[in-house]
């Protein structure tokens, strides 16, 4: 089987124990994982009983429980703090963890509206989010006026210029912001129900973007949050994301319109309205025995480490470069399959 990803990596929500979720990540470095993410969510998934926490601290507590594994946020949102704020966690983070941080940003739509925060010139704040973090990373002085943000901010002491330069990553979905991240940006996080078709998609924006700033995309990074289980038996694996599934369907009739994710896997409103219902009126039972083992195949990577290294060949060979796993199932058993028998079949090995 050809060697085709550049590394894959572990993602998984700040909703856990943050005891738990440290656990995992020395799981993953010991297994051999080359990343460990973390996506923030907000209070609006206590509807699915999550409980949800920093991701922010969570990624300290891992950064100094950990020593080679690269870490990430992905995603954090533009709109829940101001770009000095994101700077300040991100060379934190990118001190304590050795320069091993990358900030994945992005809306992060379906906390953002439930907190009441106003969406609109998206294209807009992500820009200037994006070029006040650099700014101020770069530790000369900032005198920043923009349509959405502002900041004064006199240049750093010799002695204490920041000394990590740190990736930015979007997390985003529509054309513009696609764009945006290969005209400005290190790399690309996918979004959840990423497809193979969507990746082609997405890699076609980016390059749109690239050439309209003359950016080279040699370092590029295209990574995708991947809601996935591996286990030996291949049933289990796909029962196991039959409820998360359910629940991201939902969010898509629900929250987010027209969305291109579900056209590039052909999965139409009418079929995933009486998913929604089900979850609505929180009848779960009723809602998995609609996923069926098409849907899966369609949107997710789950089954046996043969069926999940198949289905990677389709993502790696539309441009994907790195995997994130949102593993669900028994995640221990995923990770280290993972890192014993899934890398070592697609990842290149090091020049």
């Given amino acids: 089987m050809p060697q085709l990803l550049q590394g894959i990596g572990i993602d998984l929500l700040a909703t856990k124990p943050t005891a738990q979720i440290v656990k995992y990540a020395q799981l993953a470095e010991k297994a051999g994982i080359d990343e460990f993410w973390l996506g923030e969510n907000y209070h609006w998934f206590r509807r699915y009983g999550e409980e949800p926490r920093s991701a922010m601290t969570t990624a300290a507590a891992i950064a100094l429980a950990t020593s080679r594994i690269r870490l990430g946020l992905g995603i954090v949102s533009v709109y829940t703090r101001h770009p000095a704020i994101l700077a300040m966690e991100s060379y934190s983070l990118s001190e304590l963890s ?100 969507y990746v082609t998609y997405a890699m076609e924006q980016v390059q749109v973007g690239a050439r309209r700033s003359g950016k080279s995309l040699e370092d590029f990074r295209v990574g995708a949050t991947l809601i996935s289980a591996v286990d030996k038996d291949g049933a289990a694996a796909r029962d196991a994301v039959r409820k998360i599934l359910a629940t991201y369907f939902t969010n898509k009739l629900v929250n987010i319109k027209n969305d291109i994710l ?71 058993e995923g990770i280290k399959l993972l890192g014993s028998e899934v890398r070592s079949r697609l990842v290149k090995a090091a020049s």
Wanted: charged share 20%; net charge negative; with cysteine.
């Fill in 98 to 197: 050795q320069g091993r941080f990358t900030l994945g940003l992005g809306a992060a739509k379906m906390g953002v509206v439930h907190m009441g925060f106003d969406l609109q010139n998206p294209l807009r704040t992500h820009r200037e989010c994006i070029q006040l973090i650099r700014a101020l990373l770069t530790g000369d002085e900032v005198n920043y006026s923009g349509e959405v943000f502002k900041l004064e901010s006199p240049a750093s002491e010799d002695h204490a210029r920041p000394n990590y330069r740190i990736p930015i990553v979007l997390g985003v979905t529509g054309p513009k912001l696609l764009q945006l991240a290969g005209e400005t940006c290190d790399g690309l996080i996918l979004p959840t129900l990423t497809t193979p078709a």
């Fill in 262 to 332: 579900l056209q590039s896997a052909s999965i139409t409103n009418e079929e995933i309205q009486p998913i929604a219902d089900a979850v609505l009126r929180n009848d779960y039972d009723h809602a998995m025995k609609l996923v069926t083992d098409d849907m899966i195949d369609r949107t997710v990577v789950a089954g046996t480490v043969e069926e999940v290294c198949e289905r990677l060949e389709d993502y790696a060979k539309a441009g994907l470069q790195i995997p994130l796993f949102v593993l669900w199932g028994n995640v221990q």
